[in-house]
T-cell receptor, first 115, second 118 residues
Framework: DTEVTQTPKHLVMGMTNKKSLKCEQH?????MYWYKQKAKKPPELMFV???????INESVPSRFSPECPNSSLLNLHLHALQPEDSALYLC??????????????FGEGSRLTVL | AQTVTQSQPEMSVQEAETVTLSCTYD???????LFWYKQPPSRQMILVIR??????QNATENRFSVNFQKAAKSFSLKISDSQLGDAAMYFC???????????????FGKGTLLTVNP
């Protein structure tokens, strides 16, 4: 059973749509991540939240807007996306440094298709 | 910046045999984590095994073991008694142990696609 839950599993949207991806974890982790993954490629880091504050933005276009409403939830708001944004979007969480085993726990991902 | 190199884009192994996946990395840090993650076609990235750089003993998890050579910056994964369920993309990954933003970055290699033949 995955401990990081992502919804929806699949999403198809047009370039003018507004949609959101959601991620939830109940492991008490205080760091949460969004990754983008293209087929047969490694995940690429997009955003990191630490204690509900944005810690890292890897120069992601503004059509992707992250939000961390509380320590268990992470959203990714999508607006005016391009077809090249079609990918698997992975959410992950981890414990804080020096309290942890270092690993990231990943969700199953949301498969996004932009038409 | 740290880099992780997996030189084998694809590997195959016969069921019940042993296979070794290679990984090298480059870093100037002395403390860090190394991981092998498995991503089956079902998509979820699953941790296979972890190694903390300060530990000299090689990590082992059931059929999975690593050969960690810190001086050579090498971190290979050995899968013994391969099973059909081991078929997946395997990513080697590095994580800084230091404070600050770099600690959050998990640097992945490009991955090795493992096929297990019955």
């Amino acid at each position: 059973d995955t401990e990081v839950t992502q919804t929806p599993k699949h999403l198809v949207m047009g370039m003018t749509n507004k949609k959101s991806l959601k991620c939830e974890q109940h492991m008490g982790h205080r760091a949460m991540y969004w990754y983008k993954q293209k087929a047969k490629k490694p995940p690429e880091l997009m955003f990191v939240y630490s204690y509900e504050k944005l810690s890292i933005n890897e120069s992601v276009p503004s059509r992707f807007s992250p939000e961390c409403p509380n320590s268990s939830l992470l959203n990714l708001h999508l607006h005016a996306l391009q077809p090249e944004d079609s990918a698997l979007y992975l959410c992950a969480s981890s414990q804080r440094r020096r309290q942890n085993t270092g690993e990231l726990f990943f969700g199953e991902g949301s498969r996004l298709t932009v038409l | 910046a740290q880099t992780v190199t997996q030189s084998q884009p694809e590997m195959s192994v016969q069921e019940a045999e042993t296979v070794t996946l290679s990984c090298t990395y480059d870093t100037s840090e002395s403390d860090y984590y190394l991981f092998w993650y498995k991503q089956p076609p079902s998509r979820q990235m699953i941790l296979v095994i972890r190694q903390e750089a300060y530990k000299q003993q090689n990590a082992t998890e059931n059929r999975f073991s690593v050969n960690f050579q810190k001086a050579a910056k090498s971190f290979s994964l050995k899968i013994s008694d391969s099973q059909l369920g081991d078929a997946a993309m395997y990513f080697c990954a590095y994580r800084s142990y230091d404070s600050g933003g770099s600690n959050y970055k998990l640097t992945f290699g490009k991955g090795t696609l493992l096929t297990v033949n019955p």
